[in-house]
């Protein structure tokens, strides 16, 4: 399975003895995306950000998109491939900075939409809504441009930090200062919705396009695979926090 599965148990109230099942996926650049924007003077600050996306086109349509694979340490779900490096492809004559930034922005939205594709495939669960916090979810443009992407509603939340509040409830949940999940639902809320602008024929076109271009990134540095006693080491271990956790 290309995603992690975790899980965590609730502590209290009715919820006591349930176990909650997660699968998870990372992107291990999200947020270090605009930062190696502004340390490599593509922008300033996020307002510069802001200003260049809403003077800079969609890309046309046809296949002459500029793309970036933002696999600065490797590409994690679901491609596991820490050899990975980044790279921008499709690079003309008439390739501005402008167009360059827009297409780091945009890999942001497919690494996504790829993490969301291996959630369906494990799960057969469509993915309608998504929830986005942290400093990227603040510039409208961005959010705007996510949505194209996915193809489905995505949501700001009101917190710009979801995994603090997340770990807040937890802890709240397990001193019985919330009885249930129920009451915490209630207070998540979001400050704005954008819904996607483009057709789903041309997302597929672009999304396949984002897919080779990982695909041609993947391995550039050579890695070292551990040995097998490592990966015997290692499974066993997995297995023994699974069973700790379960159990006590």
């Keep these: ?10 502590l209290a109230g009715k919820e006591k003895n349930n176990i909650t099942y997660l699968l998870e996926g990372t992107v291990n650049a999200v947020g270090s995306i605009i930062d190696w924007m502004i340390k490599n003077d593509f922008i300033s600050d996020f307002e510069e950000l802001n200003r260049i996306l809403e003077t800079t086109p969609k890309p046309p349509e046809g296949n002459d998109y ?8 490797g590409l994690s779900t ?6 990975a490096r980044g790279m921008f492809i499709g690079l003309t004559h008439s390739t501005t900075k402008a167009d360059m930034i827009r297409a780091m922005v945009e890999s942001i939205g497919f690494r996504i939409k790829q993490i969301m594709d291996a959630l369906y495939k494990d799960t057969a669960i469509p993915i309608k809504k998504i929830y986005i916090d942290g400093g990227v979810s603040q510039n409208d443009h961005v959010m705007q441009i996510l949505a194209d992407i996915l193809g489905i509603t995505v949501v700001r939340s009101k917190h710009p930090d979801m995994t603090s509040l997340g770990a807040a409830f937890l802890a709240g949940l397990h001193i019985g200062f919330w009885r249930d999940t ?10 704005a919705e954008f819904d996607s602008t483009t057709t789903a024929k041309t ?5 396949k396009q984002f897919d080779e271009a990982c695909t ?8 070292s695979r551990p040995s097998r006693k490592l990966k015997i080491f290692l499974s066993l271990f997995v297995i023994f926090l699974v069973v700790f956790f379960f159990y006590f």
């Design 203 to 207: 997302r597929e076109r672009r999304m």
């Design 1 to 10: 399975m290309p995603l992690l599965i975790t899980f965590i148990q609730s």
């Design 78 to 83: 679901p491609h596991h491939n820490p050899g």
């Design 182 to 191: 129920s009451e915490i639902k209630k207070l998540t809320t979001h400050t």
């Design 66 to 73: 500029l793309y970036f694979v933002p696999a600065f340490s």
């Design 216 to 223: 041609r990134s993947k391995n550039w540095v050579v890695q």
